[in-house]
């Protein structure tokens, strides 16, 4: 079953534009990670966040963790079209790090 | 250095038909990772290796699929007598090891079974 759930579905913003994704899970979790994925192939990871962690930064993302409501959220500041891409968020469950992940933002950034 | 490597990059099977997905994890990592993504189903996982051994096959949909790993590197996934079902992307990802959690994919095979 799918863990996260990402809120919106999908984003069309300018180039330049700040967008922000959403992402629930259920369970309690070890690190919750996002992915990016292009053109529905390999996915490229971008940020891991661990439960004791609460907000880190890498470049012109930022994720915050909130484990009370099983809740993360990924900003990309000044977005580029470049950025144009599914985001998948994910979480480790048990000691093999196996992931289960949500269903993904498109989001799209118009030159 | 070389990144987790897939193939073939696509495959079109007739149902019934056996395919063999390949992949080639990046030098010296020991857990391999093999996913789906299907339009109706998401991205779920299938198998875990850690070296040669699979501890975790949970997500393994049906008897028809079954993998396996050689000398703790290539790993190949194999479905038998392909449904339509079956049609989707399939992803393998490595990782260093225990307590290295963020997983590196390969660009996947796209798998359509006619």
């Known amino acids: 079953s799918q863990q996260g759930e990402e809120d919106p579905q999908a984003l069309s913003i300018q180039e330049g534009e700040n967008a922000t994704m959403n992402c629930s899970y259920k369970?309690?979790?070890?690190?919750l990670q996002w992915y990016r994925q292009n053109s529905g192939r390999g996915l490229v990871h971008l940020i891991l966040?661990?439960?004791?962690?609460r907000e880190k930064h890498s470049g012109r993302l930022r994720v915050t963790l909130d484990t009370s409501k099983k809740s993360s959220s990924l900003l990309i500041t000044a977005s580029r079209a470049a950025d144009t891409a599914s985001y998948f968020c994910a979480t480790t469950l048990g000691g093999n790090n196996r992931l289960a992940f949500g269903k993904g933002n498109q989001v799209v950034v118009i030159p | 250095g070389a990144g987790v490597s897939q193939s073939p990059s696509n495959k079109v099977t007739e149902k019934g038909k056996d395919v063999e997905l390949r992949c080639d994890p990046i030098s010296g990592h020991t857990a391999l990772y093999w996913y789906r993504q299907s339009l109706g189903q998401g991205l779920e996982f299938l198998i875990y290796f850690q070296g040669n051994s699979a501890p975790d096959k949970s997500g393994l949909p049906s008897d028809r699929f079954s993998a396996e790993r050689t000398g703790g590197s290539v790993s190949t996934l194999t479905i038998q007598r392909t449904q339509q079902e079956d049609s989707a992307v399939y992803l393998c990802a490595s990782s260093p090891g225990t307590g290295r959690e963020t997983q590196y994919f390969g660009p996947g095979t796209r798998l359509l079974v006619l």
């Open positions: 966040i661990r439960s004791n962690e």
């Open positions: 369970t309690s979790i070890n690190n």
